[in-house]
Each structure stands twice: as C-alpha cells, then as structure tokens.
C-alpha cells in the first residue's frame, strides 16, 4: 500500500482505510491462498471474472512478492499493471526490470 501516507499519528487500520480510500480498485481480503509468494500480508480483490481473470493485488507498505513463474504454456501466464508504488519483473533469463 504504497499511498504515501507518513502521518505517523494514522493506526494501521487508518493508514489502510485511507490508502482504500484513493484507489481505484478495492483493496480486497487477506490473500492467504498465495500467502507463500509474498513476504507479509497481501490483499486479493476481484475486479474481473469475465473471460479472463482480473484481480487487484495489493502489498501492505515494505511487502514484495516472492519471485515465481507462471508457465503461459499450460494456461498461466500473467498480465501485471501497476497501479502505484514500484514494481519489478523479469522474463526468463534476462534481466529484472523496473
């Protein structure tokens, strides 16, 4: 949750209704399913069930996902848009990108 929020005065839960309240998207449910790809607590929103998938990730502020594959050749694959804060990605044997 990367809203730039520095009042140290917010809780945490304010800080996060806060952050809710500039996004686009809703922020979600803890996303314990896939707790294993992410370091601390990620939140999970469906934003899409049409013909393809499409889901709000958010990472509470410090987090980072874990890096993993999703093999496009047996229907994974992934489309990423980062709607805030900075993110990373790399293609199979290259170099992360920002």
Same mark, same amino acid.
């Given at each position: 949750?990367?809203?730039?929020i520095?009042d140290?005065?917010?809780t945490?839960?304010? +800080?996060? +209704? +806060?952050?809710?309240a500039?996004?686009?998207f809703? /922020?979600? +449910? =803890? %996303? %314990?399913g896939f707790? !294993?790809?992410?370091? @601390? !607590?990620?939140?999970?929103? =469906? &934003?899409s069930?049409? !013909?393809? @998938? /499409?889901? %709000? &990730?958010?990472?509470? =502020?410090?987090? #980072? %996902?874990?890096?993993? /594959? ?7 694959? !992934? *489309?990423? *848009?980062?709607?805030? @804060?900075? @993110?990373y990605?790399q293609?199979?044997a290259?170099? =992360?990108? #920002?």
């Open positions: 949750m990367s809203s730039g520095t140290s005065s917010l945490s839960e304010d +800080a996060k +209704a +806060a952050h809710a500039s996004m686009l809703p /922020i979600g +449910a =803890p %996303n %314990n707790a !294993q790809y992410f370091t @601390g !607590q990620s939140y999970l929103a =469906p &934003v069930g049409g !013909q393809v @998938g /499409i889901f %709000n &990730v958010t990472l509470e =502020p410090g987090r #980072r %996902n874990n890096w993993h /594959i999703h093999h496009a050749d047996k229907g994974g694959g !992934q *489309i990423l *848009i980062c709607v805030g @804060g900075r @993110g990605y293609e199979w290259r170099t =992360p990108s #920002r």
